[in-house]
């Protein structure tokens, strides 16, 4: 059973700095990985989506990086702005299957 | 707008009671999911659809049932409602495994 990991659980960093966001699977046979920001009240908006095949994305200030054989993903954010403080949730699919599992997301601040 | 739209946006209902909710997509996915995410703000799958078929199933009571009139739209039908069903509901939809696109949520309160 695939189970998806999300530390920290809680961030909280200053206005401009770089970090970090990580995601750990147990089962690495994955059909791709997607990160997605969830705001207080909304919906999940998709941010990146790494096929398997894949070692990371990028998107304006944010990367993400795909190990499959270690079950790793990070999500690196750059110069990070109070409008990025959100839940990151990731969730991976299994091939064959749309199914996604999720974590349970770091919720973000960043403050002013 | 293109996107994935859920009606109702709020549902308070009392123990016991039958509901629905809606939800249309207008990007020509064939694929359609509902999710529920609880009160420690855990996502899990509930059903998946595609070309009207249901090809997830998780381990739900039957007292939810889904209903998919078209590609277009995947409704979810609640039975007999208890307090645990209270919960944030989002419908989502994909082109097969692609990126998945989320609605709003419809935020269910049993009293």
């Known amino acids: 059973k695939q189970e998806v990991t999300q530390i920290p659980a809680a961030l909280s960093v200053p206005e401009g700095e770089n970090l970090v966001l990580n995601c750990s699977f147990t089962d690495s046979a994955i059909y791709n990985l997607q990160w997605f920001r969830q705001d207080p009240g909304k919906g999940l908006t998709s941010l990146l989506l790494i096929q398997s095949s894949q070692r990371e994305q990028t998107s304006g200030r944010l990367n993400a990086s795909l190990d499959k054989s270690s079950g790793r993903s990070t999500l690196y954010i750059a110069a990070s702005q109070p409008g990025d403080s959100a839940t990151y949730l990731c969730?991976?699919?299994?091939?064959?299957?749309?199914?996604?599992?999720f974590g349970k997301g770091t919720k973000l601040t960043v403050n002013p | 707008d293109t996107a994935v739209s859920q009606t109702p946006k709020y549902l308070v209902t009392q123990m016991g009671n039958d509901k629905s909710i809606k939800c249309e997509q207008n990007l020509g996915h064939d694929t359609m999911y509902w999710y529920k995410q609880d009160s420690k703000k855990f996502l899990k799958i509930m059903f998946s659809?595609?070309?009207?078929?249901?090809?997830i199933n998780e381990t739900v009571p039957n007292r939810f049932s889904p209903k998919s009139p078209d590609k277009a739209h995947l409704n979810l039908h609640i039975n007999s409602l208890e307090l645990g069903d209270s919960a944030v509901y989002f419908c989502a939809s994909s082109h097969r495994v692609d990126t998945q696109y989320f609605g709003p949520g419809t935020r269910l309160t049993v009293l």
């Open positions: 969730a991976v699919s299994k091939g064959g299957s749309e199914k996604l599992v």
């Open positions: 659809y595609n070309n009207k078929e249901l090809i």
